[in-house]
């Protein structure tokens, strides 16, 4: 069993990025600027995007924090992103979901400019990345894909279960993954909470992608012998023992499923980290593009 190395793979990406930062410097060229905007006081939330603000500063980006109050009107909303489309300095635009009830996800993913849309949940972006056009591909399933490509892992012809239909993970992971192209090529079963036989999928599968977000749902019994198992899942689970008053656990029970596996992705240091480098590698295209 090999652990894919979601940290060290995340800061090779970072590394590279930030060598050619330093080249843009040198040109005197503009350097990427990301926008992120946090609406509400979320404690998920605020530690995902102090998490890529960091990740821009370590890369030599220049990050805007727009930090909003829950109770902002959605108008008002749609109005700072139109600012930032119109913000001939800005690259990227990523506002941290989930919103508050009152606001729209599909209004604010909308109205962001698709060239600024470094998370690529606008339309115009789905629809390039399911016809396999250059695009900005969403960042956690195009967080995993660099990570199968790190590793070198052949993808080819092998059945790959996703769990979970979302469209910022599971939908996504699933076109990639059965996309004409390595890593991909993979004869692909989406599946969710409708799913009759999910377990017997599970164990017929090569690859799991596990991104329903119910902690520890994928046991050893659902798994076979070599699979390759990737694990999206973050949810915080009280735990007196933590400094902070919780743990995070991911989709997959690691403890007994790992020893089957010829390589499974830990929770924490394994998709999270390299969400963050996909979307630096994301921001930088965006930066490029307009250059
Ligand atoms: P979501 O709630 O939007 O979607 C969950 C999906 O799981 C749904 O399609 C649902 O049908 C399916 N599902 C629920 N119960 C199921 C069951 N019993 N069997 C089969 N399918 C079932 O969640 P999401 O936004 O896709 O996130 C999923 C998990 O991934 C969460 O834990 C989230 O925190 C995590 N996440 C992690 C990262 C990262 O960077 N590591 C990024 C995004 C999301």
Redesign the pocket.
């Known amino acids: 069993m090999q652990i894919l190395d979601g940290l060290l793979v995340s800061r090779a990406t970072k590394e590279e990025l930030k060598i050619k930062v330093a080249q843009l410097v040198t040109e005197g060229k503009k350097v990427p600027h990301l926008a992120a905007i946090l609406v509400g006081n979320n404690g998920?939330s605020e530690t995902?995007v102090g998490a890529k603000v960091k990740a821009c500063e370590e890369i030599g980006f220049k990050s805007t924090l727009i930090r909003l109050e829950a109770e902002i009107s959605e108008f008002k909303l749609l109005s700072i992103i139109e600012d930032l489309n119109n913000d001939l300095d800005i690259d990227g635009i990523l506002v941290q979901?989930p919103l508050p009830k009152h606001i729209s996800d599909e209004k604010v993913i909308n109205t962001i400019h698709p060239s600024k849309d470094v998370d690529g949940f606008h339309p115009v972006n789905v629809g390039k990345m399911v016809q396999g056009l250059d695009t900005f591909i969403p960042?956690?399933p195009y967080?995993i894909m660099l990570m199968l490509e790190h590793y070198k892992i052949d993808t080819k012809g092998k059945h790959a279960v996703v769990?979970?239909?979302?469209?910022?993970?599971?939908?996504p992971m699933s076109i990639l993954l059965s996309q004409a192209a390595n890593p991909g090529n993979c004869t692909v079963t989406i599946?969710?909470?409708?799913?009759h036989n999910?377990e017997e999928l599970c164990r017929n599968a090569d690859i799991i992608v596990?991104?329903?977000?119910?902690?520890e749902?994928v046991k050893a019994n659902m798994v076979k012998d070599g699979a390759i198992v990737i694990?999206?899942?973050?949810?915080r689970v009280a735990d007196s023992s933590k400094k902070s008053g919780f743990a995070l656990k991911?989709?997959v029970d690691f403890k007994e499923v790992a020893p089957k596996c010829s390589f499974i992705t830990p929770?924490p240091g394994?998709?999270?980290?390299?969400?963050?480098a996909a979307l630096m590698k994301n921001t930088y295209k965006a930066c490029l593009d307009k250059n």
């Open positions: 998920a995902y979901l960042a956690t967080g769990i979970g239909r979302s469209n910022i993970v599971g939908r599946t969710h909470s409708h799913t999910l596990a991104a329903l977000g119910k902690p749902f694990d999206v899942g973050i949810t991911g989709d929770v394994g998709v999270g980290p390299m969400t963050i």
